[in-house]
């Protein structure tokens, strides 16, 4: 029972720090307790929705969330994470880490090249949003993490958006990709509800606290850090 709460808080501290949903440690956690790959990833899923409902809301109370780039990603992501949910049972799941920590890596290559010259939202480059919300609604669905491990960065990299605001705009995205993901996998049955009521509690209190100390974070600290947590995520896809 401790284990979960503590496990709860840390991965709720990096969903609102980082704007990420934690898949990549629950995931692994799970299996290690013996529960099957399926029911872990299905249950990660549902756990990202109570980690990221938590942070987006004090993100929205502090004004860093893009509510049109989470709609416009929505449309894409949602359908996609349920497409990835079915395919997750039928692709190699080596293969598919292997390639995704590639791009994880490059995305944190491409995190710290690009200079944050301003803090304040300036504009979105909306013909990228559509793309960003296949990519990391597909891999929501297949790998069980969550979307916000790729939507922090390209939203940053490729739509234009200060890291305050990505980091925001991604944990409410990440909310309704990770939802629609979760319900596919409990009617498919990888889903238990019993793990998700011992986590929930420090999930909550960690999101809380992960979004205010993002908010009390200069950007460009935030960039280092969310780079240097992708190579970690990057490294435990591919080994």
């Known amino acids: 029972m401790l284990e979960f709460v503590v496990l709860g ?35 990660s899923l549902t756990c ?14 502090r004004n860093s969330v893009l509510p049109k ?52 939202y300036r504009g979105v480059n909306y013909k990228a949003i559509p793309i960003i ?8 669905g297949l790998l069980g993490i969550s979307g916000g491990v790729l939507n922090v960065p390209l939203f940053h990299s490729l ?7 990505a980091i925001g705009t991604s944990s409410l995205a990440l909310f309704f990709t ?7 996998h409990y009617r498919l049955g990888h889903v238990d509800p019993r793990i998700i009521l011992t986590l929930a509690p420090g999930l909550i209190v960690g999101g809380y606290l992960g979004a205010i ?10 960039k280092k850090v969310f780079a240097g947590f992708l190579v970690v995520v990057a490294l435990r896809m591919i080994l």
Not at 159 to 165: D, E, L, T
Not at 178 to 184: D, F, P, T, V
Request: proline residues 5%; glycine residues 12%.
């Open 9 to 43: 808080l840390g991965i709720g501290f990096l969903a609102g720090l980082l704007g990420v949903g934690g898949g990549f440690l629950i995931v692994p956690a799970l299996v290690i307790l013996g529960k099957p790959i399926h029911l872990a990833i299905g249950t």
């Open 48 to 61: 990202i929705t109570v980690s990221s409902f938590s942070s987006a809301v004090t993100h929205l109370r």
């Open 69 to 120: 780039v989470v709609l416009l990603k929505e449309m894409f992501s949602v359908p996609s994470a349920i497409i990835g949910s079915y395919a997750s049972s039928l692709l190699p799941e080596k293969a598919l880490r292997i390639a995704f920590g590639i791009l994880l890596l490059y995305l944190s290559y491409t995190l710290l090249k690009k200079s944050e010259n301003s803090e304040e």
């Open 133 to 140: 919300g296949i990519v990391s609604g597909t891999m929501s």
């Open 159 to 165: 739509a234009g958006i200060p890291m305050r605001y």
């Open 178 to 184: 990770a939802l629609a993901g979760s319900i596919e």
């Open 213 to 222: 100390t993002a908010h009390r974070t200069h950007p460009e600290i935030l």
